[in-house]
């Protein structure tokens, strides 16, 4: 069983800071990504940004500059930093951890931390 959890959100007004952290735990092995992922109301679930094992990283043009994805390896954790918030990065942000296992790829979920700006 693997556990994720997500943690950090709140409330904050336009051009605040953020910074998610999630967890994974438990049958821990082979991650390959941690990602974290947002959605909106009435909106589909988007990615919004990627690091994977060689610490490469990938983000949404919409975060481009202001958001920061950063892992702790030891810890099995990934932050997200968010700077320079707008109302419209108000979502339930998710976090992703990826492990392959045989080959087959597995992925795990959290329940979410909600993040709302205020204009």
């Known amino acids: 069983q693997v556990q994720v959890v997500e943690s950090g959100g709140g409330f904050v007004q336009a051009g605040g800071s953020l910074r998610l952290s999630c967890v994974a735990s438990g049958s821990i092995f082979n991650i390959n990504a941690m990602a974290w992922y947002r959605q909106a109301p009435g909106k589909e679930r988007e990615g919004v940004a990627t690091i994977v094992t060689g610490g490469g990283t990938n983000y949404a043009d919409s975060v481009k500059g202001r958001f920061t994805i950063s892992r702790d390896i030891a810890k099995n954790t990934v932050y997200l930093q968010t700077n320079s918030l707008k109302p419209e990065d108000t979502a339930r942000y998710y976090c992703?951890?990826?492990?392959?296992?045989?080959?087959?790829?597995?992925?795990?979920w959290g329940q979410g931390t909600q993040v709302t700006v205020s204009s």
């Open positions: 992703n951890v990826v492990m392959t296992t045989g080959g087959r790829r597995n992925d795990y």
